[in-house]
């Protein structure tokens, strides 16, 4: 018993360790970005000679930050939108329906999501060159859709399959026609899965880095693109500007994913689960 | 439940069925049709016969061996990814006042994105980042550090970004056991170890193969943190800089639509193997313990 309660401790402790080693370097890594963002000039030293915040003007005007935070706020709100009017409904008939080929529909709606973005985004690049719309912000948001829209159905499902179809029926009985019962049964009961579906799919789009390069333009690039055309084509920047435009990237990041674990409990993103009773 | 559904709300015409229409005919046409037409691109290259780029492929030096450059990374950056985030997420399956916080804290990396965490990196694993500065003042380690800019760099950069993903949903899966089975397993004695050798990870095996092959596909598709942080020349060329610079450098639609299809393929086999590997080592129910 000593011994066992022993080795439990020490793997207990080795867990702890390991996390917190991954948070400190993490923590640091993000300390070193911000400090370099504000450095006048910081070389081998633990801190820099001086600070300044004229990295993030700088970084502002020369990355035409302003115009690619618009456009990074159309596309993923774009991509947000069409996800959830094509995805939700998808996702209703997909929890309550049985019909034929269902199952070879689920795998198309599950193979984007593994099947590496590179692999689909070359030839998809293809063909929206070949539409005329590979370059335009159309076709940044419709290939960020392809991911989207499977990932709201993936994640509204287990939603949908809580709610009462009984519920259905009474609108049902009444007279109400799919479109009424959607509207006024259905979304408002599935408020709280459409947020956390919606959160989600910013958060992730606002990352998606390699369907928005191989599809966007000059002027329809994401922040995320921007950021690395930034670093790729560094030499001639100062690497702080880039850091600062690193930094305005994590904010942007942080605030969305902040607002959705507020929503969201980490914990029942995949299958909806009981509460844990507590130990008594 | 949904079984109650189908019995109930059959009685009016099937108009229901149509609400999957356009999300189909969207994955049709942006999805299926542009995977079928890469597919035939591939094998009509501008010359040679229809097998040239696969051939050129296998027979180039500085092509086929991506393959393996790009699984030596992939693999051992999701094995280590999925085996902390396993027992790292059995020990927080239980709520306490922490897990909320604890949780939060390690999935906030998934916000950092790839060109963060390489000036990240670049700035602080560097030759003369803090880490280097610190070892060398406590003379733990005073040669150089050379964590960037190679196979090291990647790797970690890997970790960084894949693991709050993998913990998320090993979390999420292992949230959503019954813990009124392990209660019942604790009454009959059986520890923590028992509990997770014989109830957990039997229910887990389908999660945790499921969270192993999206962790695999993200470690696979490394591309930005391959050409910042790695050696995009040598042992990091991934096979997504390959499929890059075919289709964008030398504008070789059909070769890079072939590379597109090779890499579809091993990722297909892991996927495979990883199912196979699963079912191999437990059968019963596929989903199982849910509330």
């Known amino acids: 018993m000593g011994k066992g309660d022993f080795i439990a401790r020490a793997w207990r402790a080795l867990l702890y360790g390991l996390m917190t080693l991954f948070v400190v370097n993490i923590g640091l890594m993000i300390a070193a970005v911000a400090t370099n963002s504000v450095a006048r000039r910081w070389l081998g030293t633990w801190l820099p000679e001086g600070w300044t915040t004229s990295w993030y003007l700088a970084a502002w005007k020369e990355f035409q930050l302003g115009d690619v935070l618009l456009v990074t706020i159309e596309v993923v709100f774009a991509v947000v939108f069409l996800a959830l009017l094509i995805g939700v409904p998808a996702a209703y008939t997909l929890a309550r329906r049985e019909f034929v080929g269902k199952r070879l529909l689920m795998l198309v709606f599950l193979l984007p999501l593994m099947v590496p973005p590179i692999t689909y985004g070359i030839p998809l690049a293809t063909v929206l060159y070949k539409a005329h719309l590979a370059g335009t912000i159309y076709g940044v948001i419709l290939a960020n859709l392809i991911p989207a829209a499977p990932f709201v159905i993936l994640v509204m499902t287990p939603f949908i399959e809580q709610i009462d179809p009984n519920l259905e029926s009474a609108a049902r009985v009444f007279g109400a026609s799919t479109g009424r019962m959607f509207l006024h049964v259905l979304v408002p009961l599935l408020a709280p899965g459409i947020l956390a579906a919606s959160l989600l799919v910013l958060v992730r789009t606002i990352a998606m880095f390699e369907l928005t390069f191989l599809t966007a333009g000059a002027d329809s690039q994401t922040l995320v693109v921007a950021l690395y055309y930034a670093v790729f084509a560094a030499g001639v920047r100062a690497p702080q500007s880039v850091d600062a435009m690193a930094m305005v990237y994590m904010g942007v990041t942080l605030v969305w994913l902040l607002i959705a674990l507020r929503f969201v409990n980490p914990t029942q993103l995949v299958s909806r689960v009981k509460e844990h009773p507590q130990p008594a | ?291």
């Open chain 2, 1 to 291: 439940m949904s079984a109650a559904g189908t019995l109930a709300a059959r009685a009016p015409t099937d108009r229901v069925l149509w609400l999957v229409a356009p999300a189909a005919m969207f994955m049709l046409l942006l999805f299926i049709y542009p995977f079928v037409y890469g597919l035939i691109l591939s094998f009509t290259p501008p010359q040679g016969d229809w097998l040239a780029n696969y051939r050129k492929f296998f027979t180039t030096d500085n092509l086929w061996p991506t393959i393996w450059t790009t699984l030596k990374l992939a693999l051992p950056a999701t094995i280590i990814n999925v085996g902390l985030a396993l027992p790292i997420a059995f020990m927080m399956r239980v709520k306490s006042r922490y897990q909320r916080w604890i949780t939060t804290i390690l999935v906030v990396p998934i916000t950092l994105g790839t060109v963060l965490i390489a000036e990240g990196m670049l700035t602080y694993f560097g030759p003369k980042g803090w880490l280097a500065q610190f070892l060398q003042l406590l003379h733990l380690y005073d040669g150089p550090i050379r964590l960037t800019h190679n196979y090291t760099g990647v790797l970690i950069s890997l970790v960084i970004s894949g693991f709050p993903f993998a913990f998320l949903l090993i979390l999420s899966y292992i949230t959503g056991i019954d813990p009124v089975l392990a209660r019942a397993a604790s009454t009959l004695g059986a520890g923590p170890r028992e509990q997770f050798r014989h109830i957990y990870l039997p229910l887990l095996a389908p999660g945790l193969a499921m969270c192993f092959c999206l962790a695999f596909v993200q470690a696979y598709s490394v591309f930005p943190s391959a050409v910042l942080l790695g050696a995009p020349a040598g042992p990091t060329r991934v096979i997504s800089i390959a499929a890059y610079e075919a289709a964008f450098e030398q504008y070789d639609y059909s070769l890079a639509s072939a590379i597109a299809m090779i890499m579809g393929f091993v990722q297909l086999i892991i996927v495979a193997a990883v199912l196979g590997l699963r079912s191999a080592l437990y059968r019963g129910p596929v989903s199982g313990g849910k509330g």
